[in-house]
């Protein structure tokens, strides 16, 4: 596995915005961006493939964050534009897809250790 770290957290009010970034310690083939909320499990975010580059979204998100990626650096960030109060959560980065679900935690090897976003009424 890589070690990832994240970074960009924040509190903002609705209708803010914030970038995430993460770096890693290695090349993984995907890249993913998860969020976990107190008493609520863990969900996909956005996702992009290392090679393809080609993005892919949670429902609750499209058209508001756009992940990409700097393969040469190994960082993935995440654009969080007009946030919301239901993007509360901890964000997560994860990296080394072993499957093919894209937004699915378990089929990430690698994960940060997650950075606080905060989005008020």
């Known amino acids: 596995h890589v070690q990832l770290r994240e970074s960009g957290g924040g509190s903002v009010q609705a209708g803010g915005s914030l970038r995430l970034s993460c770096s890693a310690s290695?090349?993984?083939?995907?890249w993913g961006w998860f969020r976990q909320a107190p008493g609520k499990e863990r969900e996909g975010v956005a996702s992009?493939?290392?090679?393809?580059?080609?993005?892919y979204y949670a429902d609750s998100v499209s058209g508001r964050f756009t992940i990409s990626q700097d393969p040469a650096r190994n960082t993935v960030y995440l654009q969080m534009n007009r946030l919301k109060p239901e993007d509360t959560a901890m964000y997560y980065c994860?990296?080394?897809?072993?499957?093919?679900?894209?937004?699915?935690?378990?089929?990430?090897?690698?994960w940060g250790q997650g950075t606080q976003v905060t989005v008020s009424s």
């Open positions: 994860a990296a080394e897809l072993t499957g093919d679900r894209l937004l699915s935690p378990g089929d990430y090897n690698s």
């Open positions: 290695g090349y993984t083939n995907c």
């Open positions: 992009i493939r290392t090679a393809s580059d080609s993005p």
